[in-house]
């Protein structure tokens, strides 16, 4: 191209650096999501010999009549000072996930710590077919899925049957009525239609709703057709209070020739799995 003045100048093309731009800037934003999704993967590590009975059945599942999924401080706590407390049970795997709020390994070979959120797995010596799952830690809408998909891939569905113990505030709770604390902690309940257990509490009624891990797994059932039950626990403590925890001792009255229930605790077990509220210092004390 020649200027007024006779200088001949050079003439490119801005549309090929900026498409080469634009290549690279996808590239990158591909890069990125494939590493987001990667870090919250959800994972799940089984035990030795878990793994090798997999590994050995023809299809890569664990035969398992019962599974119970506590969701919550004092669905957990109830478990383990009820149940896992009392029986013969042999912690055999646990989910990795890692997302905002749990901020543990996402690596499968890396186990929880003592203590810490998790989701844990446990199988009883008598029957293997009966498993227990604790869940305290959070897991992300994103995650939710994943979760239900991997845990319920490595168990047999026919003749499986699901409960699952949930915590959720009161204030969640809606109803036309008051509301009277000696009502408070209660249970109530959803079931799949696939199941033909009685339950043992009201129904949730309308419109209440749930959400979380819980939902996930009642929906899951029910698209599947798996027998499940689920009993969220309405309360007005935030920590694991011992009252809430007896709470649920109703809804393992059906699982009484396979679970067996401590009848009553003594104040040191209970010490172990409820927290004493302590008084906080604050602007009147």
């Not at 801005?14 to 590239?27: M, Q, W």
């Not at 036309?176 to 079931?191: E, H, I, T």
Request: hydrophobic share 35%.
């Amino acid at each position: 191209m020649a200027t007024f003045f006779g200088e001949v100048l050079s003439v490119y093309s801005r549309a090929v650096e900026e498409d080469d731009d634009d290549l690279d800037d996808e590239n990158e934003d591909e890069r990125i999501h494939r590493e987001i999704e990667e870090k919250r993967e959800v994972h799940i590590a089984w035990c030795p010999e878990v793994a090798q009975s997999l590994e050995g059945s023809g299809s890569n599942k664990l035969q398992c009549s019962d599974l119970i999924i506590a969701v919550g401080t004092n669905a957990a706590g109830f478990l383990s000072a009820y149940v896992l407390n009392t029986e013969s049970w042999d912690a055999v795997g646990h989910v990795s996930l890692w997302n905002e709020r749990s901020r543990g390994s996402s690596r499968q070979s890396i186990a929880p710590l003592p203590g810490e959120p998790a989701c844990l797995f446990y199988q009883h010596r008598d029957n293997p077919a009966v498993l227990v799952c604790q869940s305290t830690c959070y897991i992300a809408e994103d995650q939710l899925f994943q979760w239900t998909e991997k845990v319920f891939g490595c168990l047999q569905k026919r003749g499986l049957s699901v409960m699952v113990l949930s915590d959720s505030p009161v204030a969640e709770y809606k109803t036309p009525d008051y509301l009277y604390g000696s009502a408070v902690p209660f249970l109530r309940s959803l079931k799949s239609s696939a199941s033909k257990s009685q339950a043992l509490c009201p129904a949730l009624e309308q419109p209440n709703i749930l959400t979380g891990l819980p939902a996930a797994v009642l929906s899951h059932c029910q698209v599947h057709q798996i027998p499940a039950v689920l009993y969220q626990c309405y309360t007005d403590v935030i920590s694991p209070d011992s009252i809430t925890m007896e709470t649920y001792k109703p809804a393992l009255l059906c699982l009484s020739k396979l679970v067996k229930l401590e009848p009553c605790l003594s104040a040191d077990v209970l010490r172990r799995f409820a927290k004493v509220t302590e008084a906080q210092s604050n602007l009147y004390t």
